[in-house]
């Protein structure tokens, strides 16, 4: 579906280009530019004809300047012209820009910021195989993790992770109890024990 957009797309903008191409071969077209070359320079005298200005008045006659263009663009075909190949090349160069921005931002060298590339909470893990490991401690948002087996598991991006004893004190060789000292503490502010949030200052 994407490849037939892309297609129709791309037959669009030579459709545009080539009629594009094809008013600038037009003699209309120049005697166009040339009226409104003409009717732009009478506009900048009249402009330059005040000493001083307000930005009201420039407001009201440059809208006016505007308006009497659209009516002599009404009546006189070739004045159209140009103005129609501004509009187009206008357009067509909001497409292309826009088409390049919807292709930037899918792009794949844009780095996920942290919250968005999978974690895996093992400490949830360890209350799966083993749901009193831990215990929440009343008054300093503070819950006690005792020693533990984690079983083996497949992280989200796809790594298997090998089963190991938890006790807290960092050292693989050591498998402490609890009666030995084994255990820890984790924060948990917002009263939830399957995370390891900070507390705030």
């Known amino acids: 579906m994407a490849t037939l957009l892309g297609i129709l797309l791309m037959i669009f903008l030579i459709y545009r280009l080539y009629k594009l191409v094809r008013m600038l071969m037009m003699p ?39 308006l009497l263009l659209v009516v002599f663009a009404m009546i006189i075909k070739p004045m159209r012209l140009p103005l129609y190949f501004v509009l187009g ?20 060298d844009i ?56 006790d807290g004190d960092g050292n693989s060789l050591t498998s402490l109890s609890e009666g030995e000292g084994g255990g820890y503490s984790r924060s948990n502010p917002d009263g939830t024990i399957l995370n390891n949030l900070k507390k705030g200052t």
């Open 28 to 66: 209309q077209f120049w005697l166009g530019l040339v009226l409104n070359v003409v009717y732009f320079y009478l506009v900048g005298l009249l402009f330059s004809a005040f000493d001083e200005i307000t930005f009201g008045a420039v407001v009201g006659v440059g809208f006016s300047a505007l």
């Open 89 to 108: 090349i206008v357009t067509l160069g909001l497409l292309v820009v826009n088409i390049d921005f919807d292709f930037d931002a899918g792009g794949s």
């Open 111 to 166: 780095a996920m910021p942290l919250d968005a590339i999978p974690q895996t909470n093992e400490l949830a893990v360890a209350m799966a195989n083993d749901p009193g490991a831990a215990s929440v401690s009343n008054g300093d948002n503070l819950h006690h993790v005792a020693p533990h087996w984690v079983d083996g598991y497949v992280r989200d991006d796809g790594t298997f992770v090998q089963g190991y004893w938890r």
